[in-house]
């Protein structure tokens, strides 16, 4: 069936490295854009970053650009996500979501989601 | 940078009606998306574009547009809606996205 399962979260000292992964089933994973998606303890969604489905373009939200690395897989339909020089705030669930139109709004949304990883960078 | 605005928190009686608006500049741009979030859960789409509603979505979730404000509506609202619900839109680069600040939905 039509599922994304996202693996490697943990606990993690401020300033180490973590990579997060996600693995899609079900659907032409390879011609979908996908996305991370965080959402911290008790707070609201935060849009992470984006790749599109060659892997050619990528986009990070300002608070980890420089930091996070988003990869893909096609020959795997794999998700990737490499965290570096972890923060507290970068605690969150971490979920994989795809992107139903990434060129028109109209046709758009994150139609698949996995059910999370949690990452934690304690004080 | 483009921000959503919502209301924290909407009440509903079962079976009456209740708006979600949330409001930003590029949603004169942009159309919205709708997700509901239920505890301990990943968030679901109920509602894309001007007025589209996933597979599996009740029809008693619509969506709708107005200037800088986007809706959703839940007519005859049921127990099950209880949650926290999100807008979702791109920024003015069209390849970031923004969600909304969140609505939690009580029904009574």
């Known amino acids: 069936q039509v599922q994304l399962v996202e693996s490697g979260g943990s606990v993690v000292q401020p300033g180490r490295s973590l990579r997060l992964s996600c693995a899609a089933s079900?659907?032409?994973?390879?011609?979908?854009?996908m996305n991370w998606v965080r959402q911290a303890p008790g707070k609201g969604l935060e849009w992470v970053a984006l790749?599109?489905?060659?892997?050619?373009?990528?986009f990070y939200a300002d608070s980890v650009k420089d930091r996070f690395t988003i990869s893909r897989n096609n020959f795997k339909n794999t998700l990737d996500l490499e965290m570096n020089s972890l923060r507290t705030e970068d605690t969150a669930i971490y979920y994989c979501?795809?992107?139903?139109?990434?060129?028109?709004?109209?046709?758009?949304?994150?139609?698949?989601w996995g059910q999370g990883t949690m990452v934690n960078v304690p004080s | 940078s483009s921000e959503l605005t919502q209301d924290p928190a909407v009440s509903v009686a079962l079976g009456q009606t209740v708006r979600i608006t949330c409001q930003g500049d590029?949603?004169?741009?942009?159309?919205a998306s709708w997700y509901q979030q239920k505890p301990g859960q990943a968030p679901v789409l109920v509602i894309f574009?001007?007025?589209n509603r996933p597979s599996g979505i009740p029809d008693r979730f619509s969506g709708s547009n107005s200037g800088n404000t986007a809706s959703l509506t839940i007519t005859g609202a049921q127990a099950e809606d209880e949650a926290d619900y999100y807008c979702?839109?791109?920024?003015?680069?069209?390849?970031?996205?923004?969600f909304g600040t969140g609505t939690k939905l009580t029904v009574l």
């Open positions: 979702n839109s791109r920024d003015s680069s069209g390849y970031h996205y923004v």
């Open positions: 079900g659907f032409s994973f390879s011609t979908s854009a």
């Open positions: 574009g001007k007025n």
């Open positions: 790749i599109l489905r060659d892997g050619s373009n990528k």
């Open positions: 590029i949603l004169r741009e942009y159309y």
């Open positions: 979501a795809r992107d139903k139109d990434v060129y028109d709004s109209s046709r758009g949304g994150f139609d698949i």
